[in-house]
Every structure is written in structure tokens, then in C-alpha cells.
């Protein structure tokens, strides 16, 4: 379970979103190999009756009241975009 | 003399006194930055015209309620401020020009009337321990520039050192701020897990980033956070606990203090006189009438391993918003829109933000979830109980903020693990979610600075700025300055 095999980590790049060349997919094999062959000392430690931490902070569910309120305009959601158009984000086409 | 050498206090009844403007701490900020910024490379955006037109602006009316009246400050890059560029250190935002509004702890400031110099260098999206991994021009240490200054807040604590602000805001997921503060002979302190606002932090791991203040002196750092702390309805895991006055705390008492000194933080690993360097302060705080003792914190070895699945899953999921539709950079190669979005992630990020979104995607993956983000999760709750513990029975632990003084440049970069080992004693105490600060507790012998770091239970960082100042009272290494050029002080 230690290794992470290339075609797994040219899955996980494709998961991400991420283009990885032949060169790139070799050199992260490497080194993901060897931090979660690191990441493996967890397994030294008996967690069955542990329960996970995702947050430190006791927090239940935090609610407010669906009010609609003045945020940022159109104009300005657009002002960083790479490309837009008629007051719309414009991206490539998405069907073929 | 600077005047960047007196305490915020003190130039705040300067002020007062019409000794000196507005316009005479913005000159200095400046006028510094342009002397010695090309060797030290802490600033990405400099707000030059900005600032001294505001300047002016107070100068004409001066406001003595104004608790931070015209202190010049620096902003660590991903800490998002209105009409200013912010990149996070990466090319993905290269061209995030006009952000949309203020960060909370932005906000803050304004309204004590600080002035924001400019922008600090950081490792991209914060991940990293040198500040190598900025997708700019890496900062360089004050004290030797041949030398890292730390990160992921390189920059905020190298800005400060070097005299070029009065204080600087950095984030600490894993010790961001704490390692270069302590690499670069500064006073960093990272709050308890939500007690300041994380509104407008770019968000890396959502469960452990906290902002908090790099500065000269623990007073000015306790100044600082009292500020920026309290509750925020725009974030809703910020605590809706009170914010003591933190400098009020700093009384010099800490007799009968209770210090744990844990074994694991003086092991194999750490470097004998950075050891040596935190045996003497636990000798300071003797004479001062605290008492310590030796106890363990047996889970600490295997935090930098939590610490890194954790936090690269969280940072899969976060950085998943840079796709190039609604700011940041956008690739032109593509002609349809999946592969826009992984030609525009694929040029914008580098290599350290890729390993860390496919680690984290890996072990989010279906089939290894149980195996390494839940295991983690589960020694993430050993780590807690470990401080939980100590800390029933102690004021304070006491140990190293970094394992060794500041690296040379290059030394651990091509090295993913090695780099990861540096935060082996700030990462236990994200994961835990309790406060911790570095101060300055002596030098190398290359005359690198060696920081102390003093952990306390939640949301009492009254005790923590308790125990630092009155250890910085009673010393003098936060008096040295660097001399720029390589050259020791």
C-alpha cells in the first residue's frame, strides 16, 4: 500500500484538473511515493476507538436568517474575469 | 536610530506630541524599502502613492482614539485587500489587481488608521518553510541573505526585521508564522484556532490557517492582536469569545509560573545550540521565579504526517476555485472548457501547490480515505489529547519554534520531506488548535537568530504574551538588529 504507482498518479492529476507530462507524472511518483511511505508511521498507532478531530472548535451547525442583502454588483463579480460578455463570465465551449 | 526601534506606544505619544507626522513613519517605511529591499525582496506590491497621500490626509487630522494612528503595516500576500493586488505568491493570480473588498483583519486596521505599506512575499498559497515557493522572487533572510528567512510568512517577517514596517500581518496553517519569525529574530504570535477571523484569508486548510501579527516586541505584538481578535459574522468558525486586553497581561510576574517542557521538543533532530539556546531561557525563567518541568507529548512524532494529509486535502478542496473563470489567469491553449480549466491550474500553480492538491486528492480518493484521511483525522485527536493533558497541570510549553536556525538558500528545496521536517515542532500545535508565539532567545554561531516558543490553552494568549514579554524583559536578544549586506551584527 506504500506506493503510489504512476498510472495513479496520473489519475489523481486528472482528478485535480492538472496536465502533467510524462517527465512531471515520474518525478511526482517519487516523491508522493515517499511521503506517503512516510505517512504510513500512522499505522504504528491503534485508532480503532479514536474518534476523528476535523475541527478543534465545538461548533454546532452556525444558522443565520436567509435575508437577501447588498453584496457586490454584476459589474463588479465581473471586474477580475479573464472573459466575459453581456454582463455573463464567457468560457469555451462546452459540448463538442 | 530608527523610529521603527520604538514600540508602537511610544510613537503613538510622538504622534501626540506633534514630535513626529504621519508622513515621517511613512518616509521611513519607504525610504528604507528603497535601500534595502532589493536585497531583501520581502515586498511584492509596494501602495507607495497610496500611502502618502494618506499620509497627508491624517497629518491634517489627527485622531488620538485611533489606536494604531498612522503604523505603517504590512500585508502578507494572501490576505486579500481591497483595490490592491493579491496573489498569494502565485502566477495563477498574477493579475488579481482590484480584489472587491477588505479582509476583516484589513478592516480592522483601517479603522485604528494603520497604513498599509504594501504586500508580503509568501510561499505560493502559503505552502512551504523558506519562502522559496513563491512563484516571484524569492525574500532572502535579513541577518545573512546568503539564508532562507522562513515561511510561509518569509516575507512578513523579513519586512519587520529589516526595519521596513513597524509589524506585519502573516498566516500560520502549519507554523508559517512562528518558523519565520523565529529564522528572521522577530516576535510572531499564531492565535488560537478562531479567535481571529479568517474573512478574506485565501484559504489553503480551513481548519487549522490562522492570521496573527509579526513584530519587534511582544508588546506591540499583544497591541496588534487585541485589534484583530474577536468574533466576525462573515466567518463562521471565528469564536464568539471575549478579547481580554492581552496587554495588560504583560506584568513581568511569572513567578510560580508552571512550565512543561516537553522531551520530544529537545530530541534527535534538534540542533545542540538551539537546544542550548532554550536551556538558558528555561535558566531566565528560573531566576525569575517560575518552575519547569520535563513531561511528554508521545504523539508529537507523528504529527508532521497528520499534519501533511490534512492539510493537503483541505487544500485540494480549497484550491479548487482556481479555474480560470472568474479571476486569476486563464490559459490560451484550450478550446473547450474542461481543458481550460486544467491548462489555466496547470500553468498557474507550481510544483509544491500541484504535489500538495494531488496528495490531498489521493487521499480523499475513494479507497484510501479511511486509510490516510481518516487515520489522520484520528491521530489528529491523540495530538489534541496530548496538549489537553499537559496542559491541565501547566501554564505554559516551553520548547524550540524550528529544530535548527535559518538554511541556506537551495539547501532543502529539491527535498519535499526534509522541507517538511522543519515544522516537526510548530505542526503539533495547529493540529491542536491552541496559541503559540516564537520569540527571539539568542543566535548561532553564524549569527543566525534562534527563536523560543511558548504554547498555552485555548484562548489564553494573555498567558502566553505574560511569559514571552517577561522573558524579553529580562534579555536582550530582540534589541539586535541585522546588518544588511551578509555581514554580522
Same mark, same amino acid.
Given at each position: 500500500? #506504500? ?9 489523481? #492529476?486528472?482528478?485535480?484538473? *492538472? #496536465? ?57 463579480? *465581473? ?18 | ?35 534595502? =529591499? ?119 517577517? /523579513? ?72 468574533? =466576525? ?47 538558558? &531561557? ?20 507523528? &504529527? ?58 489521493? /487521499? ?41 536556525? &535559518? ?52 484562548? /489564553? ?29
Amino acid at each position: 500500500m #506504500a506506493d503510489i504507482s504512476k498510472d495513479e498518479v496520473k489519475h489523481v #492529476a486528472n482528478l485535480a484538473r *492538472l #496536465a502533467i507530462t510524462e517527465e512531471e507524472a515520474d518525478m511526482f511518483t517519487d516523491q508522493l511515493s515517499s511521503i506517503i511511505e512516510y505517512a504510513e508511521q500512522l499505522n504504528e498507532l491503534d485508532t480503532e476507538h479514536i474518534e476523528p478531530t476535523t475541527h478543534v472548535l465545538d461548533l454546532k451547525n452556525v444558522m443565520r436568517k436567509d435575508e437577501p442583502k447588498e453584496w457586490i454588483s454584476r459589474d463588479e463579480a *465581473l471586474k477580475n474575469a479573464p472573459d466575459k460578455q453581456d454582463g455573463y463570465f464567457r468560457v469555451p465551449s462546452i459540448l463538442e | 536610530m530608527s523610529l521603527f526601534d520604538h514600540s508602537i506606544k511610544q510613537l503613538e505619544g510622538m504622534l501626540h506630541k506633534k514630535e513626529i507626522s504621519a508622513e515621517d513613519l511613512v518616509d521611513a517605511s519607504y525610504n528604507r524599502i528603497h535601500e534595502v =529591499d532589493d536585497q531583501v525582496k520581502a515586498f511584492l506590491t509596494l501602495d507607495e502613492e497610496q500611502a502618502r497621500s494618506q499620509a497627508k490626509q491624517l497629518d491634517a487630522a489627527p485622531d488620538e482614539n485611533a489606536q494604531l494612528f498612522a503604523i505603517p503595516a504590512g500585508i502578507k500576500d494572501n490576505i486579500v485587500t481591497k483595490g490592491l493586488r493579491t496573489t498569494c505568491g502565485s502566477q495563477f493570480l498574477k493579475n488579481f489587481d482590484d480584489p472587491l473588498y477588505n479582509a476583516t483583519v484589513v478592516e480592522k486596521l483601517n479603522t485604528e488608521k494603520t497604513v498599509t505599506v504594501g504586500k508580503l512575499n509568501m510561499d505560493e498559497f502559503a505552502m512551504g518553510s523558506s519562502t522559496e515557493n513563491t512563484s516571484y522572487t524569492p525574500t532572502r533572510n535579513p541577518w545573512n541573505t546568503d539564508y532562507v528567512p522562513g515561511g510561509s510568512s518569509g516575507g512578513s517577517a /523579513a519586512s519587520v526585521a529589516a526595519g521596513e514596517v513597524l509589524f506585519s500581518l502573516g498566516s500560520d496553517t502549519g507554523g508559517s508564522i512562528r518558523q519565520p519569525a523565529s529564522f528572521c529574530g522577530v516576535v510572531g504570535m499564531k492565535p488560537t484556532y478562531g479567535r481571529v477571523s479568517r474573512f478574506g484569508l485565501v484559504a489553503f486548510a480551513s481548519s487549522l490557517d490562522q492570521i496573527g501579527p509579526i513584530t519587534r516586541s511582544v508588546e506591540d505584538n499583544a497591541r496588534i492582536l487585541e485589534i484583530i481578535s474577536g468574533h =466576525d459574522k462573515m466567518d463562521s468558525t471565528s469564536a464568539d469569545v471575549d478579547v481580554p486586553s492581552y496587554t495588560d497581561k504583560l506584568t513581568g510576574d511569572v513567578k510560580g509560573m508552571k512550565i512543561a517542557v516537553p522531551k520530544e521538543y529537545l530530541a534527535e533532530g534538534v540542533a545542540p545550540e538551539v537546544k542550548e539556546a532554550v536551556m538558558s &531561557a528555561l535558566k531566565v525563567y528560573e531566576s525569575l521565579g517560575a518552575e519547569w518541568e520535563e513531561v511528554s507529548l508521545p504523539h508529537s512524532k507523528y &504529527a508532521v504526517a497528520a499534519y501533511y494529509l490534512l492539510a493537503s486535502s483541505e487544500a485540494s478542496a480549497n484550491l479548487a476555485r482556481f479555474d480560470g473563470v472568474r479571476y486569476g489567469v486563464r490559459s490560451d491553449k484550450a478550446d473547450n472548457m474542461m481543458d481550460m480549466f486544467t491548462y489555466s491550474r496547470s500553468e498557474g500553480f507550481g510544483d509544491e501547490v500541484k504535489r500538495r492538491i494531488m496528495l490531498g486528492t489521493f /487521499a480523499l480518493s475513494s479507497g484510501y480515505y479511511d486509510a490516510y484521511y481518516k487515520k489522520a483525522q484520528k491521530v489528529r485527536t491523540l495530538i489534541k489529547n496530548d496538549f489537553d493533558n499537559i496542559l491541565k497541570d501547566y501554564d505554559v510549553v516551553i520548547g524550540p519554534t524550528a529544530p535548527t536556525p &535559518a538554511f541556506k538558500v537551495g539547501e532543502k528545496i529539491d527535498d519535499p520531506l526534509t522541507m517538511y521536517a522543519n515544522d516537526i515542532l510548530t505542526i503539533p500545535v495547529n493540529l491542536a488548535g491552541v496559541p503559540g508565539i516564537s520569540v527571539p532567545c539568542g543566535f548561532s554561531e553564524e549569527g543566525l537568530p534562534i527563536g523560543l516558543q511558548i504554547i498555552g490553552n485555548a484562548f /489564553a494568549e494573555g498567558t502566553v504574551y505574560r511569559a514571552a514579554h517577561a522573558y524579553e524583559q529580562a534579555t536582550d536578544h530582540h534589541t539586535k538588529r541585522p546588518q544588511l549586506g551578509g555581514a554580522k551584527s
